[in-house]
């Protein structure tokens, strides 16, 4: 029997509870098929309880304080991450960086990591309603619209139901795509999403429309959310689009 491995989550004031729980049930479900293969620790800053955004609140099992030594730590943030953050947080995750831990955030969690300086060089996913933001803010980081991104102890993640996809990966690399996919089975989905599937549903699905102009047109409206572009310029687009 493998050594069980360690999940430390710290959860900040405001964290998504969905994005949080669909990341522990992977782990729950590995260990009622193989035994006890992983743990799971809920910590917040101070060792009290904390309440997600949807109010209910959580009881945490230790301080940060208390936790000089982890194998993986994922911060659980929301909606303002930055309200949450702290120095006394960015020096903790630095100092389990400097002892060898995976660090990891979903949701909105790499704003914490980035703030923190651990992120550089490396290549990291938000949740879609916050990714202008973060490539606007962070653009030497290199950003993608994907589910989840995993990058040498960086682990990021877009949040929400995303945190079983991210989990199941993690379960095929520690223990093979069989037992990956026999917890896929109990959450009664469809399939295991891949690291490279897009967060949101294709632009055509979402509005109910198939022309590829109009299509185009609004693709690029997403992309500058920050900074909207002009009637003229977007126009510029539609005309590319529909001389290529």
Same mark, same amino acid.
């Given at each position: ?8 989550? #710290? ?34 800053? /101070? ?70 300086? #651990? ?50 990966? #993690? ?39 198939? /022309? ?33």
């Amino acid at each position: 029997m493998p050594v069980p491995q360690d999940f430390h989550f #710290l959860l900040l004031p405001g964290f998504s509870s969905i994005g949080f729980t669909s990341a522990i049930e992977p782990l729950r479900v590995a260990n009622r098929f193989s035994g006890e293969l992983y743990r799971w620790h809920i910590l917040s800053v /101070n060792g009290k309880s904390v309440a997600a955004s949807n109010e209910i609140s959580l009881n945490a099992e230790a301080s940060i304080d208390e936790v000089n030594d982890a194998h993986t730590v994922i911060v659980v943030s929301g909606f303002e991450p930055f309200a949450c953050y702290t120095r006394k947080i960015a020096d903790w995750l630095r100092r389990l960086d400097r002892a060898g831990a995976t660090l990891g955030g979903t949701d909105t969690g790499g704003f914490i990591l980035v703030k923190a300086g #651990l992120l550089a060089g490396k290549r990291a996913t938000v949740h879609w309603e916050a990714a202008a933001a973060f490539s606007e803010r962070y653009p030497s980081i290199e950003t993608s619209q994907e589910l989840f991104e995993i990058d040498a102890r960086r682990i990021t993640c877009a949040g929400g139901t995303a945190s079983i996809d991210m989990m199941l990966d #993690l379960i095929a690399r520690d223990h093979g795509a069989e037992l990956a996919a026999q917890v896929s089975e109990q959450f009664v989905l469809g399939r295991i999403r891949q690291l490279s599937d897009h967060q949101r549903m294709q632009i055509a699905a979402r509005y109910c429309i198939h /022309n590829r102009k109009l299509i185009q047109v609004i693709g690029v409206m997403e992309q500058y959310m920050e900074e909207p572009l002009s009637p003229d310029t977007l126009a510029e687009y539609r005309h590319h689009a529909s001389s290529a």
